[in-house]
């Protein structure tokens, strides 16, 4: 059974900055492509961005590029999406996940799912 945790998420005001963290066994993040998701009220789960296990190449969607960060520490077992300039858009239960599938951005792709935290983004 493979097992990711998110965890960092919280209340911030708007332009303010988070970390999640990702923590899963080490055969994880070493075979497996790590993606993030959102999911607001009322709406579909939505990729954020993804970091690949070959060369550590990231995607981002669009609405985040430029603020949203991924990287992952092999050492700590470890995937961090850092988040700056808040909106409250980005409001959102957030989601880590494992693929080997591509596409990184297909949210069915994911093979498994942690259980989320939440980040409310204050205006």
């Known amino acids: 059974q493979v097992q990711l945790e998110e965890s960092g998420g919280g209340l911030v005001q708007a332009g303010g900055s988070l970390r999640l963290s990702c923590a899963a066994p080490r055969r994880t993040f070493s075979r497996f492509n790590i993606g993030w998701f959102r999911q607001a009220p009322g709406k579909e789960r939505e990729f954020v961005g993804a970091v690949s296990w070959t060369d550590s190449s990231t995607y981002y969607a669009d609405s985040v590029k430029g603020r949203f960060t991924i990287s992952r520490d092999n050492a700590k077992n470890t995937v961090y999406l850092q988040m700056n300039s808040l909106k409250p858009e980005d409001t959102a239960v957030y989601y880590c996940?494992?693929?080997?599938?591509?596409?990184?951005?297909?949210?069915?792709?994911?093979?498994?799912w942690g259980q989320g935290t939440q980040v409310t983004v204050s205006s």
């Open positions: 996940a494992a693929s080997y599938l591509t596409p990184l951005t297909t949210t069915t792709n994911y093979n498994y």
